[in-house]
């Protein structure tokens, strides 16, 4: 069973899997993580699509790497 992007509890733990969705809760966490300018943009997208195995820490940790 997959997790779901809409309505699961999403935490620094949670690992991305193949159904991962760009969801409001997800866009709610990445925000508390990142502050207020946090956004996605394409290049940001392709990374977290890449299939690597990372967790939404993971992914809030390489965008505050990549806007510092």
């Known amino acids: 069973m997959s ?3 809409h309505a ?4 620094r733990n949670t690992p991305l ?3 991962y969705r760009n969801t409001q809760k997800v866009r709610q966490f990445l ?3 990142c502050g ?5 943009n394409r290049t940001f997208m392709a990374w977290i699509k890449s ?11 390489e965008w505050i790497r990549t806007r510092g």
């Open 3 to 5: 997790f779901d992007w």
């Open 17 to 19: 899997d193949k159904n």
């Open 51 to 61: 299939g690597e195995p990372v967790t939404m820490g993971d992914v809030a940790d």
């Open 36 to 40: 207020d300018a946090f956004k996605f």
């Open 8 to 11: 699961g509890p999403i935490t």
């Open 31 to 33: 925000t508390g993580e």
